[in-house]
């Protein structure tokens, strides 16, 4: 949980700083930005996940 | 397993003899390095050559010897003076002999292009185009000698939900780009990108040109006549169009085009639009957009246009009695953690 939350955060932070020199983002263009991090991370530890269980199962041969 | 090791301990072995067997041979080899100060000089000029060795030798001596011209100076630094030395796409060489104490000699060739007298080493050095704005009203064409043309066009006049996209483009051409007749008293027109706007008739004064008197004296009509001119169909707009060949003499659509589609871009962003735009103008390849700057433009619109409607979800995320958009992510979060 934790974890989850504080790499939403730094993602979130490095888009937002990036985008920043572009043009500010408003309030709700940050909570876009968020909330898109949001999903990617959670993907991606989906995606993770899913992973080592497809490799622990080609290692066992199953 | 063991096989695979003793193998991997095998190959580092030779790899280290190999590394201490080499090592000397390859000090004890003398070099000789050559160059010179630029590679292309316009007829008449001189360029200077150098050399350099690793010789372990007090006093070694440079031999040098040139294809045309004639060489100046002694040792390891001399002129190579070009006078009465013609123009030509192959090069001309150089050669540098080291004569040293005990040692084999040792050669080095260089070569450099005499190029054409009008030649500028700087040319392809310097920012690019300098974009210019002008208005074009009806009968009157683009001028001639420009080193780019692009237009500012708009497909449709205006709607309640369009009116401040096109304000904005408008605003930002006003703003970023300065009149092309002061920029014509200090830049050669090969040098300019001419940005035009059509207009039905021409303001009183220049200082009267606005937003508002733009938008209300555009010439939609002309501005459709050169969107035809294009590939594609192009409706609405804005659009941001740059051609190498005026857009309104174009007999068939021109090879070389640069479109910006600012149609779906949010007003707070088109300013940014139009400076990528007028970036990418300037480069002398102006067709070729640069991928990574395209990509994180599209990205920082994308998410402006995701925003527009965040607002009007959380309002419909209330009325359905659902917790908020913030909520909805810590719920989430914590669903995927209990989950595991």
Known sequence: MRLTLLTI???????????????????????????????????????????RRLWQRVRHGR | MRVVLAARCLARLLALAALLLTGPVAAAAATLVCT???????????????AWTDVPDVRPRFQWSVEAGRVDGIGNEVSWLLAGVRQ????????????????????????????????????????GREAGRALLPPGQKEAEGYGLYSYLLFGVPPNAATLERYEAAVAAHLRMIPHLATLDRYLEPKALNAVYLPVVTLPPESSTVTTAWTLEHYDYARARALISALPGTLRS????????????????????????????VPPDLVELWVREFLNQAAQEQFWRQDTAAALALRMRTTIARLAIGLPEINTAFERLGMPDIPTTIAGLINWRTVDR
């Open chain 1, 9 to 51: 955060a730094a993602l979130s932070l490095v888009v937002w700083l990036f985008y920043y020199g572009y043009a500010p983002l408003s309030t709700e263009e940050t909570v876009v930005v968020v909330l898109a991090c949001s999903v990617l991370v959670l993907a991606g530890r989906w995606a993770g996940r899913w992973l």
């Open chain 2, 36 to 50: 010179p100060d630029r590679p292309v000089v316009r007829p008449g000029e001189s360029v200077v050559l150098r």
């Open chain 2, 237 to 264: 707009g804005p659009y941001l169009v740059s051609t190498l060949q005026p857009l309104g003499r174009a007999a068939s659509p021109p090879q070389h085009l640069l479109i910006q589609d600012l149609a779906s």
């Open chain 2, 88 to 127: 030509s796409p192959i090069p001309y060489r150089a050669e540098v002999r080291l004569l040293a104490a005990n040692r084999p000699t040792l050669d080095c060739q260089l070569r450099v292009f005499v190029a054409p007298p009008g030649y500028d080493p700087l040319a392809g050095m310097r920012g």
